[in-house]
């Protein structure tokens, strides 16, 4: 009987021992957890202080500040972006390229992603209306970390074709397609930017080379049948108006000359522009189709000694 009651208390007083450790072990763990909210929340409101004093610097244009205040956020979230990218556009404003190199390497020993750095970095620099610093900057990394090159130059090949600046485009697309010469996309803007400059034999060159394996590319399918059709109607009416200009024309040599044209020339004009209008179909496609199918080698007609 004793030994009964002795075992009950025991085991009551064990299972109160056992609930006080666990609400002493709980309050702890709601405390900790509180600090920890507490720690984070003041972390939080700091960065928000910090991000709102670097735009403020920013938009003063007080470079040093910049950098400053930059430095303390990648300390607090050295993953964030933002303060890479404002400290990179110091810098450069700055001409301070060592840093710029420190905070790039900086910025991938975070693991922050290259493409969302150099995208904050491009709209800053649209918000502040300087795309000499975009562009300045670019180069700098460019040539100060060779083992990012390509995708820097994928930048200011985007950039360059952007702003027209053809020249600069060719360059940098021919760097590109050194490395990666099978590249449709870079073939395509190294194109069109010698086409914009009228240099239009190597243009088409290029485009017919991208249409061997991009197929169905409608923005190139257009152009070429655009261009030929041009080109075509240009040659049949220079022979019309060689034709007239003759004294004494022989009919068959000219009316050769536009079949071989007819013959040898227009069927794959058509044959662009039939794949275009099968991908969009458009009046204005048809009715050049239509134009072109109803050609015919018939030379100007004769009246009252001239020729029409």
């Not at 179909?281 to 020729?307: D, F, N, W, Y």
Request: net charge neutral.
């Amino acid at each position: 009987m004793h030994r009964n009651c002795f075992s009950i208390n025991f085991a009551v007083v064990t299972n109160l021992h056992n609930k006080q450790l666990a609400t002493g072990y709980m309050k702890r763990l709601i405390y900790t957890i509180l600090l920890f909210s507490t720690a984070l929340s003041a972390l939080a409101t700091s960065y928000e202080r910090l991000t709102s004093r670097m735009d403020d610097h920013f938009n003063h244009a007080e470079w040093k500040e910049v950098l400053s205040t930059s430095t303390q956020m990648v300390q607090l979230r050295p993953a964030d972006v933002v303060p890479y990218s404002t400290a990179l556009i110091a810098a450069q404003f700055l001409e301070d390229i060592p840093t710029e190199n420190h905070f790039l390497e900086l910025s991938q020993r975070n693991r922050v992603h290259i493409d969302s750095l150099l995208q904050q970095v491009y709209v800053r620099t649209r918000l502040i209306h300087n795309a000499q610093v975009y562009e300045g900057l670019l180069h700098n990394l460019k040539s100060n970390n060779k083992w990012l090159a390509r995708v820097f130059n994928i930048y200011l090949l985007d950039f360059y074709a952007f702003a027209r600046k053809t020249n600069q485009t060719i360059a940098i697309a021919d760097e590109l397609l050194e490395v990666t010469p099978n590249s449709n996309r870079f073939k395509k803007i190294k194109a069109d930017a010698l086409f914009y400059q009228g240099k239009h034999e190597e243009a088409i060159a290029l485009y017919e080379d991208v249409l061997k394996s991009d197929t169905d590319n409608y923005e190139i399918i257009t152009l070429l049948g655009a261009y030929y059709s041009t080109q075509d109607c240009k040659h049949l009416q220079e022979i019309d108006s060689l034709y007239l200009q003759d004294a004494q024309p022989i009919d068959s040599v000219y009316i050769a000359r536009k079949q071989h044209i007819i013959d040898n020339h227009l069927p794959r004009t058509i044959e662009l522009l039939q794949r275009a209008y099968a991908t969009r179909p458009s009046k204005h496609l048809q009715s050049e189709i239509a134009r072109l199918q109803a050609i015919t080698p018939t030379l100007p007609v004769v009246t009252q000694g001239k020729r029409k």
